[in-house]
């Protein structure tokens, strides 16, 4: 694993074809705006006492909280925001008795959170703020507090939150007179906020560009203490359960000789515990200096906890070539792997006992779960995964309160809902059904199939295949590629807002004259390690685009399917691998639609690389790496580029820069590419707004249409 790599996992997220007859389906009766009214559930949280779950429904983009109580768990709305404004919420908090509840309203928590300028994606005349709202769940109502981000709240009800990279304080009494503060000063960019257990001192991360350090604050009149600084970096602090010590993990600061950017490098890391009161630390446990040795890049990176009281220590790692959970004794021992197998955890909360974990993983008993989540339970202490869930849903995001798991349950027709179940995995039920609206066509929804083919250097490859049982006649088919590139396309709906969209755009498309398949590509994740972390990726090779052609070719020979008549589309990475595949093989791809993807590489190669070869002598392969990341892009491929493209980008994306789509216009017009713009003023990378969602994917829909030759639907 390089840190090219990691920055790239965060940076993200023509002739025209001849009109042919339409090879549509029996008729269907939805429209694409029915297919995309679904509400949406994110940001599960529970609080740590008292029984109560929180989460975020967002409903055609108006985002409102709910919260749920035990015993019967019955939904509250306690928020009332209307209109789709573009405005997020997200960092639901409990404090620790669970009897108050934050969120954050505004901004982009998206990979490149926090920023100074908060997105305005509703081209509001009035400068938006991100502000932090307090919930009186009694009451089912909430209230404005104060400008801020990222809030945490102590066992004292001392609120902390971030405010331009400092840590601020406010009360939260209504009617309090105190004004925020800055609870104090620190030259580093401020993260990561963790109270003592017992609400008195205060551990943070401390960036300081290429080192980190972990700071504990006590009082105004008390010299903040740094646990065993060095050249590295330190981050995730966790304070032990009786508040005398705190761990954390440590990597490699960014100093030394350039790293090479066109081969992947072990990054080892470590895991430290200090003593709350000296600050002296210690190692616990280090990876081995090897590639699967490095530090995990998947959910939660290292999800560190403490366990069993304070004797154990539990943390992911992906050394054993898949991410697993590890356990070991906090006096230091060897590691003992708890979640044996080929497959991948995902999300993990500690049971409140502290004596077993809850995680997601692509595995169980159903055929093809490797494309699916489902829910376990494995004590802390010995290798006995327990399954919760099963069948062919989906589920993810499980948070644990009192004797109750809350999660996301999805189905492959069905969209995303929160269900809870016992501790035991019994009375399994899902919440809210109702909010799904009574004319919502998930019936007519086709099941995706798994498919596996190969790529041309014998690769294995995983995807889903949209295609239904009563399509006639000879159907064009769509590539779909998803972004991050860290991602997994499942046999259902996604857990991430994002790819819920994508999901949906392709069951409209399978309905209406078209057989599509989703690719998973290597560079994503759910298939081991060496899938994760392929040689010669991206701007070191392209690799994965291998794997895209292997699936058009599959498709290609799917009984049914015109082979003349393939498109592709994708945003974020997957317009990037969209663009290439038109630049590089407009014989196989006949149209694209590219949502904000990247055309040039080396455009950012001095961003992502892991020095600034302006400012020093040595240049590694810096040189050789800037002509390979040119070749790894479209524009270089601009003289074999033919088939027609649609451009989607709103111009204040902060993970690719508009000048992607900017720089690759003037040469598609300069070659005679045939092409089409859409630039959706204000809106980000993932676009706040759901009219800007509808407007891009009714406008994907279309040209696909208009260019694989499917008549438009009629419908209602």
């Not at 749920?68 to 405005?87: L, N």
Request: glycine share 8%; charged share 20%; hydrophobic share 40%.
């Amino acid at each position: 694993m390089s840190r090219l790599q990691a920055f790239v996992s965060v940076f993200f997220l023509a002739a025209g074809c001849a009109s042919l007859p339409n090879a549509h389906a029996a008729a269907t009766s939805f429209t694409l705006e029915q297919a995309l009214s679904y509400p949406f559930p994110q940001g599960l949280t529970a609080a740590p006492e008292g029984d109560r779950i929180a989460w975020i429904v967002n409903r055609s983009g108006a985002r409102n909280v709910w919260i749920a109580q035990a015993p019967k768990f019955a939904p509250r709305q306690v928020t009332r925001f209307a209109g789709d404004d573009g405005q997020e919420i997200t960092q639901l908090t409990f404090s620790p008795d669970g009897k108050m509840l934050l969120f954050v309203r505004g901004g982009d928590h998206d990979a490149n959170w926090p920023v100074k300028n908060p997105p305005d994606a509703a081209s509001s005349p009035l400068e938006p703020k991100v502000m932090l709202w307090v919930v009186d769940q009694d009451a089912g109502s909430a209230r404005e507090l104060v400008e801020g981000d990222a809030p945490a709240i102590s066992a004292t009800g001392e609120l902390a939150y971030l405010k331009d990279d400092q840590v601020w304080t406010a009360p939260l009494a209504a009617a309090a007179k105190d004004k925020p503060q800055r609870l104090f000063f620190d030259r580093g960019k401020d993260a990561d906020l963790r109270w003592s257990p017992d609400g008195k001192r205060l551990a943070f991360v401390s960036n300081r560009d290429d080192h980190a350090f972990i700071g504990v604050f006590t009082n105004a009149t008390t010299p903040i203490q740094f646990l065993a600084p060095s050249t590295g970096i330190d981050g995730s602090p966790r304070w032990s359960p009786d508040g005398k010590r705190i761990a954390f993990t440590r990597q490699g600061g960014k100093g030394g000789a350039p790293q090479p950017i066109l081969a992947l490098t072990p990054q080892p890391w470590s895991i430290w515990i200090a003593d709350a009161g000296s600050g002296q630390a210690h190692a616990v446990w280090k990876s081995p200096d090897t590639l699967v040795g490095s530090y995990p890049q998947t959910q939660g990176e290292a999800n560190l906890h403490w366990a069993d009281g304070a004797s154990r220590l539990i943390f992911l790692s992906t050394v054993d070539g898949w991410p697993h959970l590890y356990s070991i004794g906090s006096d230091g021992d060897a590691p003992l792997l708890l979640t044996p197998g080929e497959f991948m955890v995902e999300d993990v909360v500690m049971a409140p006992d502290r004596r077993s974990l809850i995680y997601s993983a692509n595995t169980g008993t159903t055929k093809d779960d490797d494309d699916r989540r489902h829910l376990f339970r494995v004590p802390v202490d010995r290798a006995q995964p327990h399954a919760l869930t099963a069948g062919t849903d989906i589920h993810t995001s499980p948070v644990a309160t009192g004797n109750t798991i809350a999660y996301i349950d999805a189905g492959a027709q069905r969209p995303p809902l929160v269900a809870v179940m016992a501790a035991s995995g019994a009375q399994q039920r899902v919440l809210q059904a109702e909010s799904i609206p009574q004319d919502y066509p998930s019936a007519q929804f086709v099941i995706p199939q798994a498919v596996s083919f190969k790529a041309a250097d014998g690769t294995p490859v995983h995807g889903q295949l949209f295609r239904r049982a009563d399509a006639r006649g000879n159907q064009p088919g769509v590539i779909f590629v998803h972004g991050g590139p860290p991602r997994q396309m499942l046999l259902g709906w996604h857990y991430m807002d994002y790819y819920s969209n994508s999901y949906a755009v392709n069951q409209y498309l399978a309905a209406h004259g078209f057989t599509v398949l989703s690719v998973n590509y290597r560079l994503g994740i759910g298939y081991g390690f060496a899938f994760h972390n392929p040689p010669h990726w991206g701007p070191t090779g392209a690799s994965e685009y291998q794997d895209v052609v292997a699936g058009a070719k599959f498709l290609q020979q799917v009984q049914g399917v015109d082979p003349a008549r393939i498109g592709i589309w994708g945003g974020s990475y997957g317009g990037y691998l969209t663009a290439l595949a038109l630049a590089r093989n407009s014989d196989i791809f006949k149209a694209g639609v590219d949502l904000h993807g990247i055309h040039d590489w080396s455009r950012i190669m001095d961003d992502i690389a892991t020095f600034n070869p302006l400012t020093r002598y040595e240049q590694g392969d810096y040189k050789e790496a800037m002509k390979v990341a040119w070749e790894s892009s479209p524009d270089a491929d601009m003289d074999k580029w033919q088939s027609p493209v649609l451009l989607i980008q709103g111009d204040d994306d902060r993970n690719v820069h508009f000048f992607q789509t900017a720089d690759v216009v003037p040469r598609l017009r300069e070659h005679g590419v045939p092409f089409e713009e859409m630039v959706i003023p204000d809106e980000i990378h993932g676009f706040l707004r759901h009219a800007a969602w509808r407007k891009a994917d009714a406008a994907t829909v279309d040209f696909l249409q208009r260019k694989l030759g499917v008549a438009p639907h009629a419908g209602p």
